[in-house]
C-alpha cells in the first residue's frame, strides 16, 4: 500500500525552463512534507518543506505546492539548470509518528543544456 | 560539522549469511533512522533509534535487527541474508525536537549472492 506516490518515474526539461515534480499522498493524518534530492553514490539531500498548515513554500529556484483538500503537492525549480539532474524523492510524516518519514519511488529529472 | 557517515560503502555477502553495517550520527542528533533503498520502491523505513532505544519500526521480518550505543551510533544487522536484501541501506539523523528534516549518508551498497 504506497501511501505515497510519484507517478512519474521520469521527466525531462531543457535548461532554463520550469521542472514540475508532483507527489499524491492517501493519509490524511500526514501533516508535514518534504522533497529530497538525490544524486548516484550519494545519501538524499533535503531541498525543502512545507507543513500542512500552509500552501506554499520557496526557496531560491525551489517552490513546494501543497493542495490538501487533492492530497496533492509539487515541486516547481524555476529556471532548471543541468546540475539540477538528479532522482527527486517526495517524503511525507504524520503527527503521530514524526520520526518515520514515507518515502515516494522518485522522479528522474533531467535537465538538458 | 561532519555529516552522516556509513561503513562499509560497499559489501558482498552470500545467502544465508549475516551482516552488520554502521552509521555515524551528526554530532548532536540523537535520533537515528535506517532506510532500504531498492529500484522502483523509493525508501522504505526500516527503523528509528533514540537514546538507545527503538521509538519506531517499519513492515521489515525479524531479521532485520538494530542497535544504538550511548554515543548514539548505531548499527543494523541482517541476519540470514536473502537475495532480496540487496539493496543501498541508508541512515539518517536528526535533533530531536527540531523539524522533520532529516540527514542522510551515503549509504552501504549490500548484494547478495
Known amino acids: 500500500d504506497q501511501q505515497v506516490k510519484q507517478n512519474s518515474p521520469s521527466l525531462s526539461v531543457q535548461e532554463g525552463r520550469i521542472s514540475i515534480l508532483n507527489c499524491d499522498y492517501t493519509n490524511s493524518m500526514f501533516d508535514y512534507f518534504l522533497w529530497y534530492k538525490k544524486y548516484p553514490a550519494e545519501g538524499p539531500t533535503f531541498l525543502i518543506s512545507?507543513?500542512?498548515?500552509?500552501d506554499k513554500n520557496e526557496d531560491g529556484r525551489f517552490t513546494v505546492f501543497l493542495n490538501k483538500s487533492a492530497k496533492h503537492l509539487s515541486l516547481h525549480i524555476v529556471p532548471s539548470q543541468p546540475g539540477d539532474s538528479a532522482v527527486y524523492f517526495c517524503?511525507?510524516?504524520?503527527?503521530?509518528?514524526?520520526?518515520?518519514?514515507?518515502f515516494g519511488a522518485g522522479t528522474i529529472l533531467r535537465v538538458k543544456s | 560539522k561532519a555529516g552522516v557517515t556509513q561503513t562499509p560503502r560497499y559489501l558482498i555477502k552470500t545467502r544465508g549469511q549475516q551482516v552488520t553495517l554502521s552509521c555515524s550520527p551528526i554530532s548532536g542528533h540523537r535520533s537515528v533512522s535506517w532506510y532500504q533503498q531498492t529500484p522502483g520502491q523509493g525508501l522504505q523505513f526500516l527503523f528509528e533509534y533514540f537514546s538507545e532505544t527503538q521509538r519506531n519500526k517499519g513492515n521489515f521480518p525479524g531479521r532485520f535487527s538494530g542497535r544504538q550505543f550511548s554515543n548514539s551510533r548505531s548499527e543494523m544487522n541482517v541476519s540470514t541474508l536473502e537475495l532480496g536484501d540487496s539493496a543501498l541501506y541508508l541512515c539518517?539523523?536528526?535533533?530531536?525536537?527540531?523539524?522533520?528534516?532529516?540527514?542522510f549518508g551515503p549509504g552501504t551498497r549490500l548484494t547478495v549472492l
Open positions: 512545507i507543513s500542512s498548515i500552509k
Open positions: 539518517a539523523s536528526r535533533v530531536e525536537g527540531a523539524s522533520n528534516e532529516q540527514f
Open positions: 517524503a511525507a510524516s504524520d503527527v503521530g509518528d514524526s520520526d518515520k518519514l514515507v
